[in-house]
């Protein structure tokens, strides 16, 4: 199949592509390089060693049958002849779009960010569905949402619909008084109600729907795949080549929490854990991404469907998550603390937190059980590269609420 | 109090302020034309003869005790820091935010239009509740959104959120197979889900969402107004002065419903109800608009607390609509005909409505029950401005699904 990768270059992007053309599909992108950009304005860098992009294209180049389409643009910020004159060229079956900045705290830093982060991100969506709409209106567009769209409502989350199907008739209530006032319970496809909690994960509801939207209107076909946070830095893929690896972020504001974790192991920083710890989400290693990604573009949904996997096998809590770091750490005879740190975000520390995901399984998603062998793994991956740590850049200091600062350690 | 509107040159922003003024407090606004220059852009002009704004800001400050401060700026193109600036200056006891881009059809007819219209409304929503975060975060936001957030499903349509008490424990279950999968009713406020139906409405959703988060993370106040269509040209605070008229739309892009129709109906054009005519949706004439939006502002939510307020008294399908016009337009010796065209929309057109409306009513609103005289005295304001219609501009031709081309009358 013909794949264009939106956001080629990141984390996620370079190990799809590299995975894609192993399995025989033409692959094309574009990237805007703005993660580079913002990571080294962070005064960080990635902790693997990634080549330049130039570099890059030549080594897919040896490996892939077709030739490789490539374009520097930032979706939403240029103008929307560019994806449109891209897809045109390349005339994709499936694309997978990548080009989201991806960082909550980012989004939090102030109004610049904010807006930047909404325009790239949600106008950057309508650009490609309107391309989509006017040059590949049969492509299969695969869209990375987030669980954390949902937020941590105190029921059980579907897969992006209300199930269709209720016991009863008369299923909501009003509380403004005890007389039952009647809500039907809805029969046809209404979207479960998101409860964001960033201008990031907001950006990622609005996304959703505008898809939505798109489908409905033009017929066009997408899946929107709810990720929890991925880690890890190595695929098959890559084989022994330290060339092929990925981009590795664990600074506050482009790495996520286990990512975060096992840098703070290797430099003996105790782990940040934020508040209670009690902060539930499904994470899931890189190698199941790419996974799951990979059976999304090759079982595409019918024209005119719009349908959202939830994707994550089992769910931890940070406390949890900084146990099995500890626990992983303690085999490669570290010595791995943990400290409690003031939360920096506005979000629940203890809550109920039970999602449903079938659907990938049910397309043959061979989920990894337990995350542990694999935060190992990641350790020993990444032990050559400690030498590269910037150690200040680790303790959260963007808050949801006031002037950022450091968070302090909390007795 | 002091209040602040942004769009106050437009057709809801210019009777509020005079309204407001009339009431005693104190305005300011800000607004960029774009109503006007777009109107002008179609060819087309507010059948009312309004004035330029520089007179209008001139009788504004013949009836006002304090001072008026006005800045041309458009959200969310403009820099953040205008909108700051600009609150900064007034310090506004509350914010009505009136300056979006209002037309469904404007929105759909190409991708630039779109982008203009998520990045007006969305970016612009942002920017200023970034700016009422830094300089006023105890000014209540008054926002208009639209009853056509929520779509047309088939269940009970409450104000903004899931009611919190539920009659079971388990109450969606999943129609994967027969077996109860223990859906939760939620508990805590979660959104009714939204399923709007342009790119249009879907700004209003972005809008509902960020400004929840808002409200959340920096304790921001408030009022999210889910009006259906309004209509009407005056309002009692202009007195007989035609000087003080508000603007009128007949368009096809900035004309809503019942305006289209009246105008059609002097114009002696059949009035084009779309497809079948069943859909359903609350109308309210002009007063009730202003009422409602100064009910609001008067009684304002506690810190932190986002409300919904549904807004309209009863239901109308379009084919009621046609038939009301046409009565009144017998009142008036009009021989009024109704069309039925091809639906430019997607859209059901038949449908179950039921939405609930009760906040407002607790807060004082007394609705116009019936909406006939109100349009039998639209009818006879606009007589004395027939002759100022343009009647090419009243049959649909941007459409949701295609080429936009007008829509044929259907047999």
Not at 275 to 289: E, M, N
Request: aromatic share 10%; glycine share 6%.
């Amino acid at each position: 199949m013909k794949v264009a990768i939106l956001g080629i270059d990141g984390y996620l992007g370079w190990p799809l592509a590299l995975h894609l053309i192993n399995q025989g599909h033409e692959v094309s992108g574009i990237d805007s390089f703005a993660r580079r950009y913002r990571v080294h304005e962070l005064d960080c860098h990635s902790l693997t060693p990634i080549e330049e992009w130039t570099y890059r294209k030549i080594m897919l180049s040896t490996v892939q049958v077709a030739g490789f389409k490539f374009a520097p643009i930032t979706l939403g910020v240029s103008s929307p002849s560019f994806i449109r004159t891209f897809l045109q060229d390349v005339q994709p079956d499936a694309i997978v779009h990548l080009a989201e900045q991806p960082s909550a705290p980012w989004s939090m830093r102030n109004v610049e960010q904010a807006s930047i982060t909404q325009i790239e991100n949600v106008i950057g969506t309508l650009h490609l569905l309107w391309a989509m709409h006017e040059v590949c209106p049969d492509a299969h567009l695969i869209k990375l949402g987030t669980m954390g769209e949902y937020g941590t409502p105190d029921c059980v989350i579907p897969e992006g619909e209300i199930p269709k199907r209720c016991l009863g008739e008369h299923v909501w209530y009003s509380n403004e008084d005890s007389t039952p006032q009647g809500y039907l319970c809805p029969m046809s496809g209404l979207q479960f109600p998101r409860a964001p909690g960033s201008w990031y994960h907001l950006t990622k509801v609005h996304d959703t729907y505008n898809i939505i939207f798109a489908c409905k209107a033009w017929n066009l076909r997408s899946t929107d795949i709810m990720q929890g946070p991925v880690f890890g830095v190595k695929t098959e893929d890559m084989g022994d080549k330290e060339s092929l690896i990925t981009r590795f972020d664990y600074d506050e504001q482009f790495g996520t929490v286990i990512n975060r974790f096992c840098v703070q192991a290797l430099a003996g920083i105790p782990l940040t854990v934020y508040g209670h710890g009690g902060q539930t989400r499904g994470y899931l290693p890189l190698k199941d991404s790419i996974f799951c990604m990979t059976l999304a573009i090759e079982n595409p949904p019918k024209a005119g469907e719009y349908r959202t996997f939830n994707q994550f096998e089992r769910t931890y809590s940070i406390n949890e998550l900084a146990q099995i770091v500890f626990e992983a750490g303690a085999l490669l005879e570290m010595n791995v603390k943990i400290a409690h740190y003031e939360n920096p975000r506005k979000e629940a520390e203890t809550h109920y937190y039970k999602p449903h995901r079938n659907k990938l399984i049910e397309l043959g998603y061979k989920p990894t059980k337990d995350i542990t062998p694999a935060v190992t793994l990641l350790l020993r991956d990444l032990m050559p590269y400690t030498s590269r740590i910037r150690e200040h850049l680790v303790i959260p200091e963007t808050r949801w609420d006031t002037m950022h600062r450091q968070s302090e350690v909390l007795k």
